[in-house]
């Protein structure tokens, strides 16, 4: 469900991106993307984690089906993030000029700030919405409001981009942000709270535990969102806003083109995943198989990017970001890496180790930026593709250690076996793009490309006779 929703979220995407690259270039792409990752940060800030500890806490209760202790939680989280969304809102317009200033080197965008502040309150109400459908295993609300704040941005950003150019960046990213709030709203307006009204003060004491695991959680978040920051900042300086651009739109393919299957999973692998945490043999069956299913899906499509790469930068943005191309087929073999630790990850969330959960947090965002900064500073982007895979496969190393040692989780043979086949399939892919002989190229890379699709196929259908679920579904 997920999977199709995201598809349409593409193509809403698409659409977007191609409108801003042909209005806005390589250096308005750019100012958006800081502007973005500005208020991406400091939202991350003050929403204080809630949204991740709210839907364990939901997922659990419900599990439990105790609807008063649901309508409790739902109503402290809503409380909560009026008043950490309002305080971000006042804090992002008073330090406007200092934020300006360390993104542009310049006081010119402080009013832009002023204006874009009122999007981390609406942020953080929509954050609060989806955590609550999550929670609660409302997977189809939860796809219709992915869907519909999505489709409908682009009847705003492209009029906007079209008739005002770059004077629309600001504008968009009040309207999407306020549009996203209305439609997570609207979705639920239908699940009933019967909590009685409380104070602000009982209402912090009974939500402590949820937000003690929240600042856990967000400290990650935060250190992430932050060093991502710091990154875009650093080629800014160092490279100006047509780098940044070009940096922005190649993470923009990889996370939310490729990235879609991690998106899609995760809103019903963490609450399905906090709801069997204390049985470890139910968390080891179904880890296994959500890496599984991830890096039996991302394979062919890692494949097919690497092969039409060029093509795709076009179609999606313009020949002006063909520069772009090498480093999306470097940073792109990473996302194979990132499929399985993004599934082992999980776990540590989900039992609430808040040591292991921070340590790692710190630790992986230093080596990240240490190598993010050395990559491109001697390399430009070729640099930043090639510190992105070597990021990811000892990110795996890591958490796969953390796993065996402090978890007892170790992978069986037959999933090893799968993914080394799926890293031979992709690393295989690469080599062949740069074979000098067009017809040979062409012929091995429609080759590759049929049998990992085989091979997904083949191996989906063993382990969930999706054979059988499609012949079920066609018969109704």
Same mark, same amino acid.
């Given at each position: 469900?997920?999977?199709?929703?995201?598809?349409?979220?593409?193509?809403?995407?698409? !659409?977007?991106?191609?409108?801003? *690259?042909?209005?806005?270039?390589?250096?308005?792409?750019?100012?958006?993307?800081?502007? $973005?990752?500005?208020?991406?940060?400091?939202?991350?800030?003050?929403?204080?984690?809630?949204?991740?500890?709210? /839907?364990?806490?939901?997922?659990?209760?419900?599990?439990?089906?105790?609807?008063?202790?649901?309508?409790?939680?739902?109503?402290?989280?809503?409380?909560?993030?009026?008043?950490?969304?309002?305080?971000?809102?006042?804090?992002?317009?008073?330090?406007?000029?200092?934020?300006?200033?360390?993104?542009?080197?310049?006081?010119?965008?402080?009013?832009?700030?002023?204006?874009?502040?009122?999007?981390?309150?609406?942020?953080?109400?929509?954050?609060?919405?989806?955590?609550?459908?999550?929670?609660?295993?409302?997977?189809?609300?939860? *796809?219709?409001?992915?869907?519909?704040?999505?489709?409908?941005?682009?009847?705003?950003?492209?009029?906007?981009?079209?008739?005002?150019?770059?004077? *629309?960046?600001?504008?968009?990213?009040?309207?999407?942000?306020?549009?996203?709030? !209305?439609?997570?709203?609207?979705?639920?307006?239908?699940?009933?709270?019967?909590?009685?009204?409380?104070?602000?003060?009982?209402?912090?004491?009974?939500?402590?535990?949820? /937000?003690?695991? #929240?600042?856990?959680?967000?400290?990650?978040?935060?250190?992430?969102?932050?060093?991502?920051?710091?990154?875009?900042?650093?080629?800014?300086?160092?490279?100006?806003?047509?780098?940044?651009?070009?940096?922005?739109? #190649?993470?923009?393919?990889?996370?939310?083109?490729?990235?879609?299957?991690?998106?899609?999973?995760?809103?019903?692998?963490?609450?399905?995943?906090?709801?069997?945490?204390?049985?470890?043999?139910?968390?080891?069956?179904?880890?296994?198989?959500?890496?599984?299913?991830?890096?039996?899906?991302?394979?062919?499509?890692?494949?097919?990017?690497?092969?039409?790469?060029?093509?795709?930068?076009?179609?999606?943005?313009?020949?002006?970001?063909?520069?772009?191309?090498?480093?999306?087929?470097?940073?792109?073999?990473?996302?194979?890496?990132?499929?399985?630790?993004?599934?082992?990850?999980?776990?540590?969330?989900?039992?609430?180790?808040?040591?292991?959960?921070?340590?790692?947090?710190?630790?992986?965002?230093?080596?990240?930026?240490?190598?993010?900064?050395? #990559?491109?500073?001697?390399?430009?982007?070729?640099?930043? #593709?090639?510190?992105?895979? /070597?990021?990811?496969?000892?990110?795996?190393?890591?958490?796969?250690?953390?796993?065996?040692?402090?978890?007892?989780?170790?992978?069986?043979?037959?999933?090893?076996?799968?993914?080394?086949?799926?890293?031979?399939?992709?690393?295989?892919?690469?080599?062949?793009?740069?074979?000098?002989?067009?017809?040979?190229?062409?012929?091995?890379?429609?080759?590759?490309?049929?049998?990992?699709?085989?091979?997904?196929?083949? $191996?989906?259908?063993?382990?969930?006779?999706?054979?059988?679920?499609?012949?079920?579904?066609?018969?109704?």
């Amino acid at each position: 469900m997920f999977g199709g929703v995201q598809i349409i979220n593409i193509l809403a995407g698409i !659409l977007r991106s191609k409108f801003a *690259a042909i209005f806005l270039g390589p250096a308005g792409v750019g100012i958006m993307g800081v502007l $973005n990752s500005t208020i991406h940060l400091i939202t991350s800030i003050f929403k204080l984690g809630l949204d991740t500890s709210s /839907i364990k806490e939901i997922a659990f209760a419900n599990k439990l089906e105790d609807k008063r202790n649901v309508s409790n939680v739902i109503y402290n989280l809503k409380r909560l993030l009026w008043v950490t969304g309002v305080l971000g809102t006042v804090v992002t317009s008073i330090l406007s000029p200092f934020l300006s200033e360390i993104a542009f080197q310049s006081k010119s965008f402080t009013f832009s700030f002023i204006w874009i502040s009122v999007a981390v309150l609406f942020k953080q109400l929509t954050f609060g919405n989806m955590a609550i459908l999550q929670g609660l295993r409302k997977l189809k609300k939860l *796809a219709m409001v992915n869907l519909y704040s999505s489709v409908c941005s682009v009847f705003i950003v492209v009029p906007l981009y079209y008739f005002f150019g770059l004077e *629309a960046i600001i504008p968009t990213i009040i309207l999407t942000t306020f549009l996203g709030y !209305l439609i997570s709203k609207y979705f639920t307006l239908s699940v009933e709270i019967e909590s009685d009204h409380k104070s602000l003060k009982n209402v912090f004491h009974e939500g402590k535990p949820m /937000i003690k695991l #929240g600042v856990t959680l967000s400290v990650g978040s935060i250190i992430t969102l932050f060093v991502a920051y710091l990154i875009q900042v650093y080629i800014t300086n160092v490279g100006g806003l047509t780098e940044v651009g070009y940096y922005n739109v #190649g993470m923009i393919i990889i996370n939310s083109y490729v990235g879609l299957i991690f998106e899609s999973m995760s809103k019903d692998y963490f609450p399905r995943l906090s709801e069997i945490i204390n049985d470890i043999k139910s968390v080891q069956r179904t880890v296994t198989q959500q890496a599984m299913v991830v890096v039996l899906l991302i394979t062919p499509v890692i494949i097919l990017f690497l092969t039409f790469a060029e093509y795709f930068i076009v179609i999606l943005y313009s020949k002006a970001f063909l520069p772009v191309l090498l480093f999306i087929n470097i940073a792109i073999m990473g996302t194979l890496f990132k499929a399985v630790s993004w599934s082992l990850g999980y776990v540590i969330i989900a039992n609430g180790d808040s040591s292991v959960f921070i340590k790692t947090a710190i630790g992986f965002n230093v080596l990240l930026l240490v190598i993010n900064i050395f #990559g491109y500073s001697n390399y430009g982007l070729l640099g930043l #593709g090639v510190s992105y895979i /070597i990021y990811y496969f000892l990110h795996l190393v890591i958490i796969s250690l953390i796993m065996k040692f402090r978890y007892k989780f170790v992978f069986i043979s037959e999933f090893i076996k799968v993914y080394f086949v799926c890293l031979l399939l992709v690393f295989s892919t690469f080599c062949i793009t740069y074979i000098g002989d067009v017809l040979l190229k062409s012929f091995l890379l429609v080759f590759l490309i049929l049998i990992s699709s085989v091979f997904t196929i083949y $191996n989906l259908n063993k382990k969930l006779d999706v054979k059988s679920f499609i012949k079920e579904k066609f018969n109704k």
